[in-house]
């Protein structure tokens, strides 16, 4: 059974960074296709970035395009979402999901997605 585990949230200042992690266990890591959902209370929950089995293919969305970097371990078995320049429009629960895909396969649409992590609080405020 796939499981997906996020860690690193926490409370950051303003202009500051923060690196999430994903880690997948109960599957072959290498097979997935993996992205970062975020959603904020009274909003929908919102792509972030994506990136492909083979690591060479991302999708961002516009309003992180530039700040935030996606990378993946797959020896580790480990997504990461760095991100820097964080503003208070960026507090969010975020979400690793995965999908079984094929090599350079990326999309922002969440129901591509098979599996989700139970997600992790990034809160930005002063």
């Known amino acids: 059974q796939v499981q997906l585990v996020e860690s690193g949230g926490g409370l950051v200042q303003p202009g500051g960074s923060l690196r999430l992690s994903c880690a997948l266990s109960g599957g072959t890591f290498s097979l997935y296709a993996m992205a970062w959902f975020r959603h904020n209370p009274g909003k929908q929950r919102e792509f972030v970035g994506d990136?492909?089995?083979?690591?060479?293919?991302?999708t961002y969305v516009d309003a992180v395009k530039g700040r935030f970097t996606i990378s993946r371990d797959n020896a580790k078995k480990t997504v990461d979402l760095q991100m820097n320049s964080l503003n208070p429009e960026d507090t969010a629960v975020y979400y690793c999901a995965a999908v079984i895909s094929t090599p350079d396969w990326v999309s922002g649409r969440e129901n591509q997605y098979t599996y989700w992590g139970q997600g992790t609080q990034v809160t930005v405020s002063s």
């Open positions: 990136i492909s089995r083979s690591g060479t293919g991302f």
